[in-house]
């Protein structure tokens, strides 16, 4: 809080409002009274200037292309970092010691099976269905599965549920990935790193021995870190309104995967991958610019752009180079990122995309490395799921634990019909 207001001058009166102040970052207008005082709401389509909630977990500065986790930027922690410890110190909020870490790891690792029943549940899926489809089916029914935590109230329920939505993601996407291709499901492994045992569940088979490939597991680890959280985006907002009426931490997760899919969100890094592929060669870059900047075109470069970062988006530069470094170590090539890279600098030397401000965002260079390891790209927005799990639950604890949360229900500026007479159908 600080001593600072602002204050509203309307044809009601002037209304003075508290400003709020963080640790870092824009003070916030407290504006919580303002219709109850002025009988105005104010109006902003999409959030853009609109801080919905308190948070200490993760913060981003758009303009410096900073992010930070619990106070730690983001390279440091791809760079030096394991996935487990960063979904320690998201959820708890500073990294674990190593005596934490070890008991972290081994209750994560303990909740990785899910219930035999959930095998059946898949056999209802087409097999062509999308995986990010079936995700959303499996992950809202694991809470008719786990009733022993789902009550929001108790907070041994909550670290139990948190645990097993963690723990078992990784092994639901590996199960949805198996269906797709007729592969039996691969249990999983409890001495293997929480990465390692999701690519031997993925890609492994039951009639040889799976080694996981250090250079892979490496990789697989920093790009789940660098997708478990990022602050208040849509998909967080998704879990956070969807847990504000009290539901149970699976529903409110099923509804974040479901906003996750959107192409306009975790879902741009397939379609970026498709559009790499469909543009093929550097030649046909000209054209595809020329489209995105096109108003009458409703084409848009795929993995371009952020509504907060007006920088470069950090994540993608660490995305960038492990692209280089896993088809490096792999020993394998892909135009795709020649493309990639290519159409990056066309883009960031042209006025369009200097003046809105538009840089490749942490979608643009995944599906590079994705693909590279053998992901097909209807698996890439799931992977993302994998990740942003972690960040979904803890911010989910976090608005539990928060005193001044209430269930989430944003107002409207009503253009309709005014009031009016029903009309019998004969004098219609
Ligand atoms: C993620 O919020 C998060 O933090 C998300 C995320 C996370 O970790 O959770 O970072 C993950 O979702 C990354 C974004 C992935 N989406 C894409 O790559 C899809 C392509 N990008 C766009 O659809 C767009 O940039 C958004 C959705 C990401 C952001 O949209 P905004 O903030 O609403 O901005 P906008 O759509 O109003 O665009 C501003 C202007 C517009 O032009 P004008 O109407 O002002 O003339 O820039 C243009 C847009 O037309 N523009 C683009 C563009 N993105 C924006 N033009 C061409 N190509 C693009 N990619």
């Known amino acids: 809080m600080t001593d600072k207001t602002v204050k509203f001058t309307t044809e009601g009166g002037d209304f003075t409002y508290p400003l709020l102040e963080g ?12 219709y109850g005082e002025s009988g105005k709401f104010t109006y902003d389509p999409g959030f853009t200037s609109t801080a919905s909630c308190q948070s200490a977990i993760t913060y981003i500065d758009g303009d410096e292309g900073i992010l930070l986790h619990r106070g730690f930027p983001i390279d440091q922690l791809a760079e030096q970092s394991s996935f487990m410890e960063v979904a320690y110190l998201l959820l708890h909020g500073d990294l674990p010691d190593a005596d934490e870490l070890h008991e972290f790891n081994y209750t994560i690792t303990r909740h990785t099976m899910v219930h035999e029943q959930l095998a059946t549940f898949f056999r209802g899926f087409r097999r062509d269905a999308h995986p990010m489809a079936i995700m959303c089916g499996v992950v809202g029914a694991l809470s008719a599965f786990y009733h022993d935590s789902t009550d929001i109230t108790d907070p041994q329920q909550r670290l139990i549920a948190s645990h097993r939505l ?11 990935f198996k269906y797709s291709i007729g592969q039996p499901f691969i249990f999983p492994k409890n001495d293997l790193s929480y990465t390692g045992n999701f690519l031997r569940m993925t890609f492994g ?20 870190i660098l997708h478990a959280d990022h602050e208040q985006n849509a998909s967080t907002s998704t879990v956070r309104l969807a847990g504000s009426s009290g539901a149970n931490p699976f529903a409110c997760i099923a509804a974040g995967i479901a906003c996750l899919w959107g192409p306009a969100h975790g879902g741009a890094n397939e379609a970026a991958l498709n559009m790499l592929r469909e543009i093929g060669d550097v ?7 020329a489209r995105a900047k096109d108003k009458n075109d409703p084409f848009r470069l795929m993995g371009f752009g952020h509504r907060v970062y007006k920088n470069y988006d950090p994540r993608a530069k660490v995305m960038q180079q492990t692209a280089e470094e896993v088809l490096k170590e792999l020993g394998k090539t892909d135009p795709v990122l020649d493309v990639a890279k290519e159409l990056e600098h066309i883009a960031l030397n042209d006025s369009y995309f200097i003046e809105k401000k538009l840089y490749p965002n942490v979608d643009f260079y995944s599906g590079v490395i994705l693909n590279a390891i053998g992901f097909p790209t209807e698996m890439f927005t799931v992977l ?15 608005m539990i634990s928060d005193p001044e949360q209430k269930i989430g ?10 009031m009016r007479d029903y009309v019998q159908v004969a004098d219609r």
């Open 23 to 34: 640790s870092v970052g824009p003070d916030v207008i407290d504006i919580r009274k303002l």
């Open 283 to 289: 030649k046909r870059i000209p054209e595809y610019i």
């Open 166 to 176: 963690i723990a078992k993601m990784p092994t639901l996407a590996a199960m949805a």
């Open 409 to 418: 229900r944003p107002r409207q500026l009503y253009v309709g019909a005014t």
């Open 384 to 398: 993302f799921a994998i990740a942003r799990t972690v960040g979904w639950v803890a911010q989910w604890n976090e």
């Open 205 to 224: 088979v039951p009639a040889e021995p799976y080694e996981v490939n250090p250079i892979i597991e490496r990789a697989m680890e920093r790009i789940f």
